[in-house]
């Protein structure tokens, strides 16, 4: 940072006094206008990752996962990926995990039932996954979606753990999986694959909702940004720049729903501060906010994605394990069944998180 013109100062950082721990923690300070290009240089450089980069093997290319069932909203999802891959110049891969069939032990001819029924179920996989790809082939050649250079893969497990173990092997840049959309019978806390999903990857995830009225990424005006005002959206909003960094001038509302109103005062001054930093880093792009003083958060965000005709609706997350996931529910998974607005997921980390020496 320093040879990027960067004022940097460490401090060792303690964490807890009564830690037993024997590593030495830092923390490193930087002026606010310095933020954008130090976090750009985060990114370039990949300073806290440890997976080594795949990209050679594709020729420089980025690449697009998108996970299908063959269900009515997979299609979706594949237009949004070959959509986005053409923007960013990126390959597409469609994964198809076939659910792993176990049969009792005790129950007779258990070892030859498993046999055939794994076989039929991977040729109707196989099946399925060659219409969905002559259907591909059809519509680029109406100029319905992009040729773009594209593959298949079909895996056999739990969907939402064979998934997010094809992310670690194939690397992606982002995933992109289709969704119901709008549901009022389904609670949108316990259940769906795609929920679990993208609180299991740690990849920016692209839900695409069956009935979505966002039909070409050229064609979006209006984000919506959801912050809690943490550090980690930092990182997520520089993220979402890159991803969309094919389009200019586009609005991008930072939206905070306060649950405590005795601190509306000390948010709006937070609010403020973050607003002046993103202006001068991203002059190309018309930021404003919105600071929403409500009881609970998902409906309030709604309403404001429907009044202002948000096409993108962007959140930061983090990994989640089964606990958390049936009793803590993320703002991700009960949004999901709600709304048939665009939602893109990103993984936003703090910087002491990754400074430990």
Do not use: W
């Not at 076989?119 to 979606?145: P, S, V, Y």
């Not at 092997?169 to 119901?180: A, C, N, Q, S």
């Amino acid at each position: 940072m320093k040879n990027n013109s960067i004022y940097v100062c460490v401090e060792e950082f303690i964490e807890d006094e009564k830690s037993t721990n024997t590593f030495t923690s830092y923390r490193i300070r930087i002026k606010k206008e310095d933020l954008n290009n130090a976090l750009l240089i985060i990114d370039k450089f990949n300073l806290f990752g440890s997976r080594e980069s795949l990209v050679e093997s594709d020729n420089g290319l980025k690449r697009i996962l998108v996970a299908v069932d063959f269900s009515a909203y997979s299609i979706n999802a594949c237009g949004a990926a070959f959509d986005l891959a053409k923007a960013i110049n990126a390959k597409v891969k469609i994964l198809n995990v076939i659910p792993y069939m176990q049969y009792p032990s005790h129950v007779p001819f258990a070892s030859r039932l498993k046999d055939l029924g794994d076989e039929t179920l991977l040729d109707k996989a196989r099946k399925k996954m060659l219409n969905l790809c002559f259907e591909i082939d059809q519509k680029i050649t109406r100029g319905e979606f992009p040729s773009i250079n594209y593959s298949y893969s079909l895996r056999e497990g739990i969907v939402d753990e064979e998934v997010c173990v094809f992310v670690k092997e194939y690397d992606p840049h982002m995933l992109v999986i289709g969704t119901k959309g709008f549901d009022e019978s389904d609670t949108g806390i316990i259940g769906g694959v795609a929920a679990d999903i993208i609180e299991c990857t740690n990849i920016p995830v692209l839900a695409v909702p069956l009935n979505s009225p966002l039909k070409d990424f050229s064609d979006i005006n209006h984000i919506a940004f959801l912050t809690n005002l943490d550090e980690r959206d930092y990182f997520s909003f520089v993220s979402l720049t890159h991803i969309l960094q094919f389009k200019k001038d586009i609005k991008i509302t930072l939206l905070h729903v306060n649950l405590n109103s005795q601190k509306e005062l000390e948010r709006q001054d937070e609010f403020h501060a973050m607003i002046k930093i993103l202006k001068e880093n991203y002059p190309c792009h018309h930021i404003d906010y919105k600071l929403i003083n409500a009881e609970n958060i998902i409906e309030p965000v709604l309403n404001f994605v429907s009044e202002e005709k948000v096409q993108l609706l962007s959140l930061n997350t983090q990994r989640r394990n089964l606990f958390s996931r049936v009793f803590m529910p993320s703002v991700s998974r009960r949004i999901l069944s709600k709304s048939d607005t665009v939602l893109l997921v990103l993984r936003g980390k703090r910087l002491r998180d990754n400074t430990r020496l």
